[in-house]
């Protein structure tokens, strides 16, 4: 089964921009759906963008314009490009694979990373 190690995460201003990356330990070209969620302190893990195999991409209403999903069969990595960072953007990332079927419910992933940390700054 393949392992995901997400990195990229770190402290920045409102306004500023990071790169995510989601590592995955095989191929990724056969996987259904990649996607990304975050979580905050005290609140629910929340669905924010996916990726399908056929590279159709899907994102929350709050990142939408701001964030873009990809992904790079050939180095086996998922990415998320996050523009415009907001306060709120603050959350443990995490990735996740697996059949999205209905692309933003958690259930439908089989396999998670461990998550960065996103900090935004006002």
Do not use: H
Request: net charge positive; charged share 20%.
């Amino acid at each position: 089964q393949v392992r995901l190690v997400e990195s990229g995460g770190g402290l920045v201003q409102a306004g500023g921009s990071l790169i995510l990356s989601c590592a995955a330990s095989g191929s990724i070209f056969s996987i259904d759906a990649m996607g990304w969620f975050r979580q905050a302190p005290g609140k629910e893990r929340e669905w924010v963008a996916s990726i399908r195999r056929g590279s159709s991409t899907y994102y929350a209403d709050s990142v939408k314009g701001r964030f873009t999903i990809s992904r790079d069969n050939a180095k086996n990595t998922l990415y998320l490009q996050m523009n415009s960072l907001k306060p709120e953007d603050t959350a443990m990332y995490f990735c996740a694979v697996g059949r999205g079927g209905t692309i933003w419910a958690p259930r439908e992933y089989d396999r998670w990373g461990q998550g960065t940390q996103v900090t935004v700054s006002s």
